[in-house]
């Protein structure tokens, strides 16, 4: 049942990214930075937790769960350090992921041979 949760909801994160492509001027990068800001947002009033843990990885592994992740992280740095967790606890909380998405990306465009657009 928690595979079924997850695919239901990444697949309609998935779905409402294709629509925003099919049916609007947005670029991908604007879809995908509004997904991130969706998620803050809706961590923020409270929404995003209780959909997080009910659908797992089909809500944290999206953007949008980063964007939760970042805004639980800042709550937290807030209690703990206080003014000083607004600049840290996002940071802090996203750390992994940033770090294996930085180090991914290095190994891929050390193995492949990046090209020009007008070279396709």
């Not at 000083?84 to 802090?92: A, D, P, Q, R, S």
């Amino acid at each position: 049942m928690d595979y079924l949760k997850a695919f239901l909801v990444g697949g309609f994160f998935c779905l409402i990214g294709q629509i925003l492509i099919d049916k609007t001027k947005l670029t991908p990068a604007r879809i995908l930075t509004s997904y991130v800001v969706a998620g803050v947002f809706l961590s923020a009033v409270g929404i995003y937790e209780p959909l997080a843990q009910w659908a797992g990885a089909g809500a944290t592994v999206p953007l949008t769960g980063f964007g939760h992740n970042l805004a639980k992280g800042v709550r937290e740095a807030i209690a703990s350090d206080g003014a000083l967790g607004i600049l840290t606890g996002g940071l802090k909380s996203a750390a992994g992921g940033i770090t294996a998405a930085v180090f991914f990306g290095v190994l891929a465009a050390l193995v492949f041979k990046p090209k020009n657009k007008s070279e396709t």
